[in-house]
């Protein structure tokens, strides 16, 4: 730091009167001393500029504080300094990684949306590097990098939404609404076996830098002896350990910023054994400074208490970096439970790590529990007819057929598709064997569910399946606005829009446009033979769906004329 000393003398000595360096101009063995001073001078002046460039008391880090001014691109923030590698220490091996850690401009504990960016001189952009881990006072991001870049520098993506995770199934493609959007993709790509090894192939998915990439280790109920091999796994300190281990070199080997464990439906009697399981492979990753999320099924409500299963939250949430808790499939207690369940979560665990999960499937309740259906199969079945009395009835030319919407037929007490508003769903109800319920995901009911996010400061968003399967319905249509604003659209179909529609190709439909409404057509068959047509339209309030049936009308029986009777007269 420089110090002042009174009247005008400059700081290194010598008069200020008259000259340039003050004073007459004089020979001997003052003026080069003079000159040594100056030099000097600006030498001290030159180190304490580098020293406030590197942040201070010298730089003796791998990288030092920039003086550049360099902007962040839209949507993000600069969480800490922009940093430069310092030209006195010796790169890192080109086989190597390298371990960084940046201060922070402010401390913070909101992991959300925190990677490691780089800056490309020649296209003058930022691109991702790797995500960021913070310490536990919030005051340093670590990442480790496979290079060193030249400029580097922390920032936050800033969504008003959070996290936006994209769950796909192996090698799926991203949804095309979803590009840009999402945070972190995760794919179902490894299984554990018996002997805590890992098989499974990594998805070829490629980041364009906006989002992380964290591959799933999942198992799930119906998984062939799936479940037994995890308890197997878990119950014994050391095969835990073995697991945990291969684990570890997984993402090492494929050089991942971190994995996602998915091990779903485990029995009641393994809460313990997961939790130690959790926490130990949080304790090796993190030591690597790589992230470990978690999907973990919701607790449930149970006679008025919240059951969380296998599933300790509290200690979950010490270890895991994100939690998304995976969807509740009973829509008819959808809307009163999850405000429960969620009022519960974020009382264990702090609520920016945990994202709440919409789902594309449509659901069906039946006794034996919940089956899910993409939108195109949900709604085939409630497009399914029946034509006449029977399918061995012959229809003929010129005649009366009754066509029935087998499964929307409010003749037989059936609801038809309606809005369901203490559900907030589309939703039809049938018959097979037993009552069923129908439940349609869409743009309507996942705005109602996105509004649990802001609702209880939730730290985002994930999708059960966020890929480019047309038969699915598009959700994202919802899911886009919230990400870009951070509030839900809550909006219900037009009434209209849902009723059944009704076309023949040829012959007329009994009652005109109004008829059908309630399920059921009366069609008067064209006059002449033939092959016809009869579709019904069907919609849940954002697409239509069709069900064309061919129908070969048979022609009438010519009729055997009356024999003719002659009669002879009495005589």
């Known amino acids: 730091m420089n110090r002042r000393s009174s009247g005008s003398r400059l700081p290194w000595g010598g008069s200020s009167s008259g000259g340039l360096y003050g004073g007459s101009a004089r020979s001997g063995p003052g003026r080069p001393l003079l000159l040594g001073g100056i030099l000097l001078g600006l030498a001290v002046l030159a180190f304490l500029a580098y020293s406030r460039l590197c942040g201070g008391g010298g730089?003796?880090?791998?990288?030092?504080?920039?003086?550049?001014?360099l902007a962040t691109p839209e949507g993000y923030e600069f969480v800490s300094k922009v940093f430069e590698l310092n030209p006195k220490k010796d790169p890192a091996p080109g086989d190597a990684n390298a371990l960084v850690q940046l201060p922070l401009k402010n401390p913070t504990t909101d992991q959300r949306s925190l990677s490691f960016y780089q800056y490309v001189e020649a296209t003058k952009?930022?691109?991702?590097?790797?995500?960021?881990?913070?310490?536990?006072?919030?005051?340093?991001?670590?990442?480790?990098?496979?290079?060193?870049?030249?400029?580097?520098?922390?920032?936050?993506?800033?969504?008003?939404?959070?996290?936006?995770?994209?769950?796909l199934p192996h090698n799926a493609p991203l949804h095309r609404d979803a590009a840009g959007k999402v945070t972190m993709v995760h794919t179902f790509d490894f299984t554990p076996q018996a002997d805590g090894a890992i098989t499974g192939e990594l998805s070829s998915i490629t980041s364009d830098g906006s989002f992380a990439f964290y591959p799933v280790i999942s198992v799930k109920a119906g998984d062939k002896g799936a479940i037994p091999a995890v308890v197997s796994i878990l119950g014994d300190a050391v095969t835990r350990s073995n697991h945990v281990l291969k684990i570890v070199n997984l993402v090492n080997e494929k050089k991942l910023g971190g994995i996602n464990i998915a091990y779903m439906?485990?029995?009641?009697?393994?809460?313990?054994?997961?939790?130690?399981?959790?926490?130990?492979?949080?304790?090796?990753?993190?030591?690597?400074?790589?992230?470990?999320?978690?999907?973990?099924?919701?607790?449930?409500?149970?006679?008025?208490?919240?059951?969380?299963?296998?599933?300790?939250?509290?200690?979950?949430?010490?270890?895991?970096?994100?939690?998304?808790?995976?969807?509740?499939?009973?829509?008819?207690?959808?809307r009163t439970d999850m405000a429960r369940v969620l009022e519960h979560l974020t009382g264990l665990v702090k609520p920016s790590k945990l994202l709440l999960t919409v789902t594309p499937y449509a659901t069906v309740k039946t006794v034996d529990g919940i089956e899910t259906l993409r939108l195109a199969d949900a709604m085939a079945r409630a497009a399914r007819m029946s034509i006449g009395a029977g399918?061995?009835?012959?229809?003929?030319?010129?005649?009366?057929?009754?066509?029935?919407?087998?499964?929307?037929?409010?003749?037989?007490?059936?609801s038809g598709i309606v809005w369901q508003a203490e559900t907030a769903t589309v939703a039809f109800t049938y018959k097979s064997g037993t009552p069923r319920t129908v439940w349609i995901e869409n743009f309507f009911s996942v705005g109602f569910k996105l509004e649990l996010v802001p609702r209880f400061k939730l730290g985002g968003v994930a999708v059960e399946n966020a890929s480019d399967d047309v038969y699915l319905g598009n959700i994202w249509a919802a899911l886009v606005p919230f990400i870009s604003s951070g509030q839900p659209i809550l909006?219900?179909?037009?009434?209209?829009?849902?009723?059944?529609?009704?076309?023949?190709?040829?012959?007329?439909?009994?009652?005109?446009?109004?008829?059908?409404?309630?399920?059921?057509?009366?069609?008067?068959?064209?006059?002449?033979?033939?092959?016809?047509?009869?579709?019904?339209?069907?919609?849940?309030?954002?697409?239509?769906f069709e069900n064309e049936v061919a129908v070969t009308v048979q022609p009438r029986e010519a009729r055997t004329p009356a024999a003719t009777v002659t009669a002879t007269p009495p005589n």
Request: net charge negative; glycine share 8%; proline share 6%.
């Open 59 to 69: 730089c003796n880090t791998d990288y030092c504080a920039s003086g550049q001014k």
């Open 125 to 167: 952009t930022w691109e991702t590097l790797a995500p960021a881990i913070l310490d536990p006072q919030g005051k340093m991001a670590t990442a480790t990098l496979q290079e060193t870049p030249a400029i580097i520098a922390v920032m936050r993506r800033l969504l008003p939404s959070g996290h936006v995770a994209a769950y």
């Open 265 to 334: 439906d485990l029995p009641a009697d393994q809460r313990t054994a997961y939790a130690l399981f959790i926490s130990e492979l949080s304790q090796q990753l993190h030591s690597q400074n790589k992230l470990l999320t978690l999907t973990v099924p919701s607790p449930i409500v149970v006679q008025g208490r919240i059951d969380e299963g296998a599933y300790d939250w509290v200690e979950l949430g010490k270890a895991a970096d994100v939690l998304a808790i995976a969807p509740l499939r009973d829509q008819s207690t959808y």
């Open 391 to 414: 399918s061995d009835e012959q229809i003929v030319a010129g005649s009366v057929v009754e066509i029935v919407g087998t499964n929307i037929d409010r003749e037989e007490n059936l």
């Open 491 to 544: 909006m219900q179909p037009n009434p209209a829009d849902l009723l059944p529609r009704w076309t023949v190709s040829k012959g007329t439909i009994e009652g005109g446009e109004r008829a059908g409404q309630k399920g059921r057509i009366k069609w008067s068959t064209p006059a002449e033979p033939g092959t016809y047509t009869i579709k019904l339209t069907l919609s849940d309030g954002s697409y239509y």
